[in-house]
């Protein structure tokens, strides 16, 4: 059991998942990509209280990406209306977690921007820790609405070209309200991005499972973090200036 190796001490404050390998589970079980999908709710459903439970603050995932657009019309309208029958508010109310959404939700049906809109509002107070879901959601999307943010910013005189920092592109991103995440897992057995927080994962450390999503649980969850405990952030600096940091 990983659960029982864990340093509690050193949990990763915020989490990433790409939450890949649904069509595949459903494939060689001989069911459709959409009960692929189906299973995969239901396994970010039963992490949720883990993650809650071990103090993981921020969780963030990759449901669909602005590349899905270009998905057969009949699993990206499957996949919205499963996003529609499945984001159920009380399940956030139950957790005690606030619901946050990064992308471009206008592209999303209209009803489905309704129940995301409710979702949001209705638990905006909640404290437990953030389930951001990545709704036609890509860095590379991102990023050119910051930049057209940070230009029109310049353009009307608030900005200064000169006073643009790191910090500028940070509030401009739609994860401005999120820490940088400290761990990125990606499930199904690809090692890329695939256009997920290419920005904020610049020190992110990368976790790569065969494991498909649907499979994906607490003592997967906590293998994953065992691992990551057994890594030194370095950040650019020596193997010794980090211990003495440590040991101060
Ligand atoms: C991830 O599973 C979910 C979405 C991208 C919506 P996939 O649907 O990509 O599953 P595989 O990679 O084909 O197995
Ligand atoms: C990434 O998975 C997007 C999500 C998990 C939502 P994909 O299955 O779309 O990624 P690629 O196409 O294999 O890179
Ligand atoms: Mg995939």
């Known amino acids: 059991m990983y659960k029982e190796k864990l340093d509690l001490t050193r949990i990763p404050q915020h989490i990433a998942v790409i939450m890949d390998g649904n069509g595949r589970w459903a494939k060689e079980r001989g069911m459709k990509r959409r009960d692929g999908h189906v299973a995969g709710t239901e396994a970010l459903k039963n992490i949720l209280k883990p993650v809650r439970d071990l103090g993981i603050k921020y969780l963030t995932v990759y449901a669909f990406s602005t590349e899905n657009w270009n998905r057969p019309d009949e699993e990206v309208e499957a996949l919205m209306a499963l996003l529609y029958e499945k984001l159920d508010v009380n399940l956030f109310m139950e957790n005690d977690v606030r619901f946050c959404v990064i992308g471009d939700v206008s592209r999303l049906p209209q009803h489905l921007q309704a129940v995301v809109n409710h979702c949001l509002e209705t638990t905006a107070n909640n404290t437990k820790g953030t389930l951001t879901v990545a709704l036609s959601y890509s860095s590379k999307w991102e990023l ?36 940088d995440p400290d761990l990125l897992i990606r499930t199904g057995g690809e090692y890329r991005l695939s256009n997920f927080l290419l920005w904020q994962c610049a020190y992110t450390e990368l976790y790569f499972c065969d494991t498909y999503w649907p499979d994906f649980d607490e003592e997967e969850l906590c293998k994953a973090i065992w691992n990551y405990q057994q890594r030194e952030r370095r950040f650019g600096k020596t193997s010794e200036q980090v211990i003495g940091t440590t040991e101060q």
């Open 144 to 179: 050119v609405e910051a930049t057209k943010k940070i230009a029109r910013r310049v353009q009307d005189g608030t900005l200064q070209v000169d006073d643009i920092n790191e910090s500028t592109i940070d509030e401009s991103l739609n994860t401005s309200f999120l820490p």
